[in-house]
């Protein structure tokens, strides 16, 4: 089973060094419409790295494993948006642009199994004392530099062909959020509990 991806801080297991490591996006997870940055609503994907470089042993039954880290992303693909980079870091020829001079829509999913350079940080964790480690920075690998193979099976959750299974292996943060989205509402009918238009 594959390791599910996470910012947390395992327990006795210290965060992922600072520093650039090549990484490979194994996972990606549709969280949905979800409040963002100062409560407006936005469409997010989360995006899960391995570190093959980074080996640990989680459960000895399984012997050693990739570190592993996420992020989450607007799905947006305007030239500031956090996500291009990722995309144009993966593949710089990915983003095509179309005869209205306009960003032509891209398969998210697409990016699964790519590789490229993660920059990692750590800031202090606002609560419990310690630090955590972030994906400070996303860019293509340097010449010369190589990802070593995957490692971890491919991870995809998305609303068009939902996976239960997959849902229900996440961390209990993470279906929570999930939970909070009008995607998720609308495909589990909690939107209109009656069936009747809401008055509001």
């Not at 997870?29 to 790295?49: S, W």
């Not at 980074?54 to 989450?72: A, L, N, W, Y």
């Not at 609303?159 to 989205?181: G, R, V």
Request: proline content about 7%; charged content about 25%; some cysteine.
């Amino acid at each position: 089973m594959s390791i599910i991806a996470t910012n947390k801080k395992g327990e006795g297991i210290e965060p992922i060094e600072s520093g650039s490591y090549p990484a490979r996006i194994y996972q990606l997870i549709h969280l949905g419409t979800i409040a963002g940055f100062e409560g407006k609503m936005q469409n997010k994907v989360r995006i899960g790295f391995e570190l093959p470089t980074e080996m640990h042993v989680f459960d000895e039954k399984k012997g050693e494993q990739p570190r592993v880290i996420s992020k989450d992303y607007t799905l947006s693909f305007n030239e500031k948006a956090t996500l291009t980079k990722v995309i144009t870091a993966c593949d710089p020829k990915a983003l095509e642009i179309g005869d209205d001079g306009l960003m032509e829509v891209f398969d998210v999913e697409s990016l699964v199994g790519k590789d490229c350079l993660i920059t990692i940080a750590q800031k202090p964790k606002p609560k419990d004392g310690g630090n955590y480690a972030y994906i400070d920075s996303t860019t293509r690998l340097p010449k010369g530099m190589t990802c070593p193979p995957a490692i971890n099976e491919p991870q995809i959750l998305n609303y068009t062909n939902w996976n239960e299974e997959l849902y229900q292996k996440l961390p209990e943060f993470l279906k929570e959020k999930i939970a909070t989205s009008d995607e998720y509402k609308t495909m589990k009918g909690l939107n209109s509990p009656t069936g009747e238009d809401s008055p509001f």
